[in-house]
């Protein structure tokens, strides 16, 4: 594959992870500092090839990744290729001699700490936690010295020269996070014929008056349609008003979708379907 494939980076990240699990190790991998440095590149016009891209969209103990939700809204020109899940084990790390009675800052990613927070009362009931741009970031400013500990991955560790202290600190003994496959080409790959999952996400604006909502859903309930992800977010300049992104397990091509989607698409103010997709 000769397409670069942007990720939250640095190296040693989970999304470093979920890149080479899904593309393999000889992949061109390009590590991007945050989500909207992730999206710009993939927007980004006259790139040749043109780029992939690999960002986290949801965890099963944290629920959605908000900063990937914020930049699928911003752009329309996205399509999701594909979904999968890695699991996720996190791991308290810190210098060389650091015991945990000595730490007093813990540091990475709000959503990790979000899935270690009871451990961490626990664990460091001293510690101020301070959220970073991401785990590998994390790992490195623990290594730069101080009372800093942090959280990431056993890679991150190994690079930074870090010794782990407690390994999987997650609170959910089972902790996974999903992942979107990203693409801005024209040209879309073809789905898979035997694609046993097929799952399609939109993203739709709705009035704000009594009800809205209820009614753009209820064509999904009328063409036996499930729903297996709905969240919100504030739309920018419109305090107290929100799109909603809506995952279905259909594919949007088939007669019943379809003609739920015509629906929905009267009852919204507006509405555009960011991809349909294989769940592997």
């Given at each position: 594959?000769?397409?670069?494939?942007?990720?939250?980076?640095?190296?040693?990240?989970?999304?470093?992870?979920?890149?080479?699990?899904?593309?393999?190790?000889?992949?061109?991998?390009?590590?991007?500092?945050?989500?909207?440095?992730?999206?710009?590149?993939?927007?980004?016009?006259?790139?040749?090839?043109?780029p992939l891209a690999v960002v986290p969209v949801e965890n099963s103990s944290e629920g959605p990744?908000?900063?990937?939700?914020?930049?699928?809204?911003?752009?329309?020109?996205?399509?999701?290729?594909?979904?999968?899940?890695?699991?996720?084990?996190?791991?308290?790390?810190?210098?060389?001699?650091?015991?945990?009675?000595?730490?007093?800052?813990?540091?990475?990613?709000?959503?990790?700490?979000?899935?270690?927070?009871?451990?961490?009362?626990?664990?460091?009931?001293?510690?101020?936690?301070?959220?970073?741009?991401?785990?590998?970031?994390?790992?490195?400013?623990?290594?730069?010295?101080?009372?800093?500990?942090?959280?990431?991955?056993?890679?991150?560790?190994?690079?930074?020269?870090?010794?782990?202290?407690?390994?999987?600190?997650?609170?959910?003994?089972?902790?996974?996070?999903?992942?979107?496959?990203?693409?801005?080409?024209?040209?879309?790959?073809?789905?898979?014929?035997?694609?046993?999952?097929?799952?399609?996400?939109?993203?739709?604006?709705?009035?704000?008056?009594?009800?809205?909502?209820?009614?753009?859903?209820?064509?999904?309930?009328?063409?036996?349609?499930?729903?297996?992800?709905?969240?919100?977010?504030?739309?920018?300049?419109?305090?107290?008003?929100?799109?909603?992104?809506?995952?279905?397990?259909?594919?949007?091509?088939?007669?019943?979708?379809?003609?739920?989607?015509?629906?929905?698409?009267?009852?919204?103010?507006?509405?555009?379907?960011?991809?349909?997709?294989?769940?592997?």
């Amino acid at each position: 594959m000769n397409h670069p494939v942007l990720y939250l980076g640095p190296e040693g990240t989970h999304s470093h992870e979920a890149a080479m699990r899904r593309f393999g190790a000889k992949a061109k991998r390009v590590p991007c500092w945050s989500h909207h440095d992730v999206f710009a590149r993939l927007v980004a016009p006259r790139q040749k090839p043109r780029p992939l891209a690999v960002v986290p969209v949801e965890n099963s103990s944290e629920g959605p990744v908000t900063q990937t939700l914020d930049q699928l809204a911003r752009h329309s020109g996205i399509e999701i290729l594909d979904s999968f899940s890695l699991p996720v084990s996190q791991h308290l790390m810190a210098r060389r001699g650091l015991r945990l009675e000595d730490i007093r800052q813990v540091l990475s990613h709000p959503q990790v700490l979000g899935q270690c927070r009871a451990n961490l009362a626990r664990l460091l009931p001293q510690a101020e936690l301070i959220p970073e741009s991401s785990t590998a970031a994390a790992a490195a400013r623990a290594a730069e010295g101080g009372p800093v500990a942090a959280i990431a991955s056993a890679a991150a560790a190994r690079l930074n020269k870090l010794v782990i202290l407690q390994k999987n600190i997650q609170d959910s003994a089972v902790n996974v996070t999903r992942f979107f496959t990203l693409s801005t080409a024209r040209k879309k790959p073809p789905l898979p014929p035997n694609a046993k999952q097929l799952r399609s996400l939109i993203y739709l604006v709705v009035s704000n008056r009594p009800g809205a909502l209820l009614h753009v859903l209820a064509p999904f309930d009328a063409f036996d349609i499930n729903l297996t992800f709905i969240q919100s977010r504030p739309l920018p300049g419109r305090p107290w008003e929100y799109g909603f992104f809506i995952e279905a397990a259909t594919d949007w091509r088939s007669e019943p979708a379809k003609a739920a989607w015509q629906v929905v698409r009267v009852l919204a103010e507006s509405s555009r379907i960011i991809g349909v997709y294989p769940v592997k």
